[in-house]
């Protein structure tokens, strides 16, 4: 990394760290780790580090005409990596016509700067110069020719849009417009502490719009930093998108009930369900450092949760592999089942996505799911619910999953929302997301 040279507070700086960003994206990272990789290997103050982040997020969600531009633009792919990189991240910047961050010539001069810094590139800065130039001069004609392929034209993989075409035939534009567009910044209002009109109405006091979008959900006009939204420290409100925010009302909790929340990281629906009601709950989660986010925000929220690392799809220790039982065979009265799945309906909030998966991850993915949600089901009392979630738009892991795992256990299906699409509106506003209850048999 070769950021050193460059002022933290130049654009050169953030277009130079966004485009390692992309690189790694490329290479198979997700986005937030490929960040937090440059972030500890840099001494980027926060505002730099704020401005590489929205200009990586920006040019996944712009990654489709910056790749079509520069097949126009360029005779073969820039080489090395990083170098298509920052092409990619300036392209992005300057074909973001609607709303453009900074003025055509400075995104051109930065971008030579940021290639000339690295040794890696410096050799490329008068090819870096000619083909940004060289759009700006033909921008009118190269921007429609780029828009010709479904990739150039959604900013998605063509293996995506035509899935999202055949599942959503009357819908699928709006899915994928939603997409693009950056996410606001939803709470959910810790009703132990508080009334929603009542935080609404601190919000206000302090100088900021919100507007109410769910039973407990608000959306900010304007996001920012969590730690200035006023009452966050003190638990009055956590970050969670409002479909998200369905799940622990869903589960109808009571006082005392044993809850197992599995694939329980970070915890936003582990902090919810201790909002609604005093359980025992477990809170599982396969990989011991998201753990600890989990009990960040508990200890915010001030609740207690048992915290457990472990594979859903094993537990008991009559039928796991050896180090894999976590359950200790007490039955639970309601389950959380947030099963792995390609995320497809998140994706405004994570646009590297569509990029990291590969089409054959739906069935494996479901495969995997199937088989957490046949071991939870072992794990629930008779009379017990469990509420399947997916935050993905394939039936193959919301629907049919559901379909079949009823079919396969004999579950009696209760009413649930099913999938919901992503949306905004002036009413609404929430991510793609799937809910099945179920409810086991008595005995």
């Not at 150039?152 to 899915?175: L, V």
């Not at 071991?375 to 629907?399: A, F, H, I, R, Y």
Request: charged share 20%; proline share 8%.
């Amino acid at each position: 990394m070769t950021l050193a040279s460059l002022k933290p507070d130049s654009l050169a700086y953030s277009l130079h760290g966004a485009a390692l960003a992309v690189t790694e994206v490329r290479a198979g990272t997700a986005l937030p780790q490929a960040l937090a990789r440059i972030f500890a290997h840099t001494d980027a103050p926060p505002q730099a580090r704020g401005a590489m982040q929205d200009l990586a997020y920006l040019t996944m969600r712009k990654l489709g005409v910056a790749d079509g531009l520069l097949a126009l633009l360029a005779n073969k792919p820039p080489q090395p990596e990083v170098l298509h990189g920052l092409l990619c991240c300036a392209l992005s910047l300057l074909a973001n016509t609607e709303d453009p961050a900074y003025d055509a010539f400075t995104v051109v001069n930065q971008a030579v700067e940021a290639a000339a810094a690295d040794p890696e590139m410096s050799h490329a800065k008068g090819v870096v110069n000619a083909i940004l130039r060289r759009f700006l001069r033909e921008h009118e004609n190269l921007l429609p020719q780029a828009a010709k392929t479904p990739a150039g034209t959604w900013n998605y993989p063509t293996w995506w849009i035509d899935r999202m075409q055949a599942a959503w035939p009357n819908d699928w534009q709006a899915i994928l417009r939603v997409g693009n567009v950056p996410p606001p910044l939803s709470l959910r209002v810790n009703r132990r502490k508080t009334s929603v009109a009542d935080y609404i109405q601190l919000l206000h006091t302090n100088g900021m719009a919100a507007t109410q979008i769910g039973p407990a959900a608000v959306r900010l006009e304007k996001p920012l930093p969590v730690m200035q939204i006023p009452g966050f420290a003190q638990g009055l409100a956590s970050v969670q998108d409002a479909a998200a925010q369905l799940a622990a009302p869903l589960l109808d909790v009571r006082d005392g009930m044993r809850v197992l929340d599995a694939c329980a990281a970070p915890g936003g629906k582990t902090g919810h369900l201790l909002e609604c009601a005093d359980l025992d709950l477990l809170a599982l989660d396969h990989d011991p450092k998201r753990l600890r986010r989990i009990e960040e925000n508990l200890q915010r929220l001030q609740l207690t949760a048992r915290l457990q690392s472990g594979d859903a799809r094993f537990g008991a220790a009559a039928t796991s592999p050896p180090g894999q039982a976590w359950w200790d065979g007490q039955p639970f009265d309601r389950i959380l089942a947030d099963i792995p799945c390609t995320a497809s309906g998140i994706v405004r909030r994570h646009p590297d996505i569509r990029w990291l998966r590969r089409k054959s991850d739906t069935a494996q993915l479901a495969t995997l799911s199937a088989q957490i949600l046949d071991n939870l089901w072992q794990m629930l009392k008779p009379d017990g619910k469990l509420l399947l979630v997916t935050c993905s738009l394939w039936p193959q892991e919301s629907e049919q999953q559901a379909a079949a795992f009823a079919k396969r256990n004999h579950a009696v299906r209760l009413p649930a929302p099913g999938q919901l699409l992503p949306v905004v509106s002036d009413e609404t506003d929430h991510d793609g997301l799937f809910y099945a209850l179920f409810q086991k048999p008595g005995a």
